[in-house]
């Protein structure tokens, strides 16, 4: 009798413990391999990859990252490129190929064709990693000045805007394009006042990558 009074005054002080819940967290399935995109494994950079379907009509350009498959192919599998800054690529089996000014469909068309040539019925996916070799570089007077990346082309009052708009201390009226080809500098002014005004929207120009905007 003691024995079973002593047994019942364990089980007031120490109740038994109830089973928890199972974690949700460590209990969610398990994403299956074919879930996982190639981006997330294996990204050449911490930068975030982009919907494709954004980018239908953007031109490629130096320093622009992308990732190509062959289907099948053996070594042509998920290969990270880098546009390289004369435009081109170098792609295993044709060599040089280039890049810069296409889309990402004619890029993809053709290698296609040039493959042709030694894989039957090549079957090629092209994506863009990351776009930053589309850049325009902002400085001077501006509230965010530096390096300015857009999935597609900017004029000069959206490449200021992005920028943080000018500095109260801004000269409106000096604002320069200076633009670099080859050997070559391009200078292109632009009057702030008389764009925004309506006047002048010519000086308002598209802006090419590599192209800096100096705000005295």
Do not use: H
């Amino acid at each position: 009798m003691k024995q079973i009074i002593t047994l019942l005054s364990f089980c007031l002080f120490f109740p038994v413990a109830t089973l928890a819940e199972p974690d949700p967290i460590s209990q969610s399935p398990q994403a299956e391999p074919s879930q996982l995109t190639p981006a997330a494994t294996q990204s050449p950079s911490p930068s975030v990859i982009i919907e494709q379907t954004n980018f239908a009509s953007y031109q490629l350009s130096p320093g622009d990252a992308l990732e190509i498959t062959v289907w099948k192919e053996e070594g042509l599998q998920q290969l990270q490129i880098l546009i390289s800054p004369d435009g081109t690529i170098i792609f295993p089996l044709i060599g040089t190929v280039g890049a810069a000014g296409k889309t990402i469909t004619e890029l993809k068309d053709n290698l296609t064709t040039r493959l042709s040539d030694y894989i039957a019925d090549p079957s090629v996916s092209v994506k863009l990693l990351n776009n930053q070799g589309n850049s325009v570089f902002v400085i001077g007077k501006v509230n965010k000045p530096g390096q300015v990346f857009s999935g597609r082309r900017l004029d000069v009052l959206q490449a200021l805007s992005l920028a943080g708009g000018l500095t109260v201390f801004a000269k409106e009226g000096s604002i320069s394009i200076i633009r670099r080809t080859g050997d070559q500098v391009k200078v292109f002014p632009f009057d702030y006042d008389d764009v925004i005004s309506g006047e002048d929207l010519e000086q308002n120009i598209l802006l090419e990558p590599g192209d800096t905007v100096t705000v005295p």
